[in-house]
């Protein structure tokens, strides 16, 4: 079955800039999870889908948003782009997203320059 | 070899040896703790969880132990091999919110 698949692999904007990513979770998979990750902050959570509605934010400012659509896919989005929002951009699928188990993708690598 | 907290984010032991890799996580009312290995350009890959009433749970080659008291878990590798290698997360999962945090990590380098 596949993973959870994430596009584009790699990106490179400018600061200012505005950028979406995409998620396409397990199927089946109703919870779609972000997350950044930096070497300097480590994995910190965005935020959390499940059937279309934000259930739980972390704590980014309002550049950073996202949405589900009714296949579960997801995107996020990050407005005016800062040099600091360079980073490895994650997401985890999950069936409902309460403690049974989360897939990562493999991430999308954003440099803003 | 052992890993004390977050504070010491590399762990190096030789290839068949055990590892130890500690983690302390923060909320009391977490109830559900997973183990993520992570290699050099991929997404964490799941290991092993636990549930808070649990205190042991074994896999192939790895345990997880939980000590609720204090607030720490731990990752055991038995026979460490050197595809271990690779950066370690402990998650801790609060409630039922799916609000899934992550301890800094510990970068386990395996020699031959």
């Known amino acids: 079955k596949a993973g959870v698949t994430q596009t584009p692999r790699y990106l490179i904007k400018t600061r200012g800039q505005q950028v979406t990513l995409s998620c396409s979770p397990i199927?089946?998979?109703?919870?779609v999870s972000w997350y950044q990750q930096t070497p300097g902050q480590g994995l910190q959570f965005l935020f959390e889908?499940?059937?279309?509605?934000?259930?739980n934010k972390g704590n980014f400012p309002g550049r950073f948003s996202g949405r589900q659509f009714s296949n579960s896919r997801s995107e996020m989005n990050v407005s005016t782009l800062e040099l600091g929002d360079s980073a490895l951009y994650l997401c985890?699928?999950?069936?409902?997203?309460?403690?049974?188990?989360?897939?990562f993708g493999s991430g999308t690598r954003l440099t803003v320059v | 070899g052992e890993s004390v907290g977050l504070h010491l984010p590399t762990l190096s032991v030789q290839e068949g040896d055990n590892s130890i890799i500690n983690c302390a996580y923060s909320?009391?009312?977490?109830?559900?703790f997973i183990w993520y290995k992570q290699e050099s350009g991929k997404g964490p890959q799941f290991i092993i969880d636990?549930?808070?009433?649990?205190d042991k749970r074994q896999g192939q080659r790895v345990t997880v132990l939980l000590n609720k008291t204090v607030k720490h878990l731990s990752l055991q590798i038995a026979a460490t091999q050197p595809g271990d290698s690779a950066v370690y997360f402990c998650?801790?999962?609060?409630?039922?919110?799916?609000?899934?945090?992550f301890g800094a990590g510990t970068r386990l380098t395996v020699k031959p």
């Open positions: 889908y499940f059937s279309e509605t934000q259930r």
């Open positions: 985890a699928s999950s069936l409902v997203g309460t403690g049974d188990g989360y897939t």
């Open positions: 199927s089946g998979h109703r919870s």
């Open positions: 998650a801790e999962i609060l409630g039922n919110n799916n609000d899934m945090r």
């Open positions: 636990i549930r808070s009433n649990m």
């Open positions: 909320n009391s009312a977490s109830d559900y």
